[in-house]
């Protein structure tokens, strides 16, 4: 199963700090935690920068994620 890291922000919303989920996508593992997490909505979920096995995907819908995969949900920071 992918282990998936909260944000200290996703923490407040889903009370772990880290869980497991079985899933092949981004788009399948998103659709598991929120049905998992009743707080978590979509749009909190979809606006955070995402690390799969420590790449930064900018565009990760359709992403593969296998069972050893880690999965981080973090905030996005913008520059300038």
């Known amino acids: 199963m992918a282990n998936v890291i909260f944000s200290s922000e996703l923490q407040r919303l889903t009370g772990e700090e880290h869980t497991c989920v ?3 996508n ?3 593992l998103v ?4 049905n998992r997490y009743e707080k978590l909505t979509e749009d909190e979920i979809l606006n955070m920068a ?3 096995d420590g790449e930064i995907i900018h565009d990760p819908l ?3 994620v296998s069972p050893e995969s ?3 949900f973090l ?3 913008s520059g300038g």
């Open 50 to 52: 995402v690390s799969i």
């Open 26 to 28: 981004y788009r399948d």
């Open 70 to 72: 880690e999965v981080h």
């Open 31 to 34: 659709a598991e935690l929120l």
């Open 62 to 64: 359709l992403e593969a």
């Open 22 to 24: 079985i899933a092949t």
């Open 75 to 77: 905030f996005r920071i």
